[in-house]
T-cell receptor, first 110, second 114 residues
């Protein structure tokens, strides 16, 4: 029972263009969402988060959008840079539980 | 470097054995989380400790146990190991116990069960 799904295992984008990573969830009790980035041989690092009472949060090149009615969130990276190439995980919180999606591998080509 | 350390980096063992993974949180962080990442799955939350006490439990098997010591380091014990326990095990830490806060992840321990 996957409560948090990232349906695209990989995404390839040209440098300078926009990267859009998607995440769907099923549990309406999730009240907080986070994105983490992971490079090979390293642990995940926190990127950006959003509360369920908001629909958008922006931090520099990174923006997260939340559509509660569709139970969908997305991470926009613009402009994309080669250093953004990594695996991106979305995570959702309900109570004291954090549930992660399976990850999307982003490749930004120079 | 997140400030979270995990030892060992790699561990190879046989089915039926028992291993202990160790985690030292960032200086000042009171909360420690353990996660498992298998080949075909995302990060699975196992268990959280806050200031020595168990705070939250996720998909942790009964064969697995954890504890957090007075110096705040934590150990994850895996026993009666099975092939399916082969995975990357991450430890993360945060200052507070709430899941709203950014968690800082260690580099992980790769466990291979043969």
């Amino acid at each position: 029972d996957q409560q948090v799904k990232q349906n695209s295992p990989s995404l390839s984008v040209q440098e300078g263009r926009i990267s859009i990573l998607n995440c769907d969830y099923t549990n309406s009790m999730f009240d907080y969402f986070l994105w983490y980035k992971k490079y090979p041989a390293e642990g995940p690092t926190f990127l950006i988060s959003i509360s369920s009472i908001k629909d958008k949060n922006e931090d520099g090149r990174f923006t997260v959008f939340l559509n509660k009615s569709a139970k969908h969130l997305s991470l926009h990276i613009v402009p994309s840079q080669p250093g953004d190439s990594a695996v991106y995980f979305c995570a959702a919180k309900a109570g004291n539980m954090l549930t992660f999606g399976g990850g999307t591998r982003l490749m930004v080509k120079p | 470097d997140s400030g979270v350390t995990q030892t060992p980096k790699h561990l190879i063992t046989a089915t039926g054995q028992r291993v202990t993974l160790r985690c030292s949180p960032r200086s000042g962080d009171l909360s420690v989380y353990w996660y498992q990442q298998s080949l075909d799955q995302g990060l699975q939350f196992l268990i959280q400790y806050y200031n020595g006490e168990e705070r939250a439990k996720g998909n942790i098997l009964e064969r697995f146990s954890a504890q957090q010591f007075p110096d705040l380091h934590s150990e994850l014990n895996l026993s009666s190991l099975e092939l399916g326990d082969s995975a990357l095990y991450f430890c993360a830490s945060s200052y507070t116990g709430g899941m709203y806060n950014e968690q800082f992840f260690g580099p992980g321990t790769r466990l291979t069960v043969l």
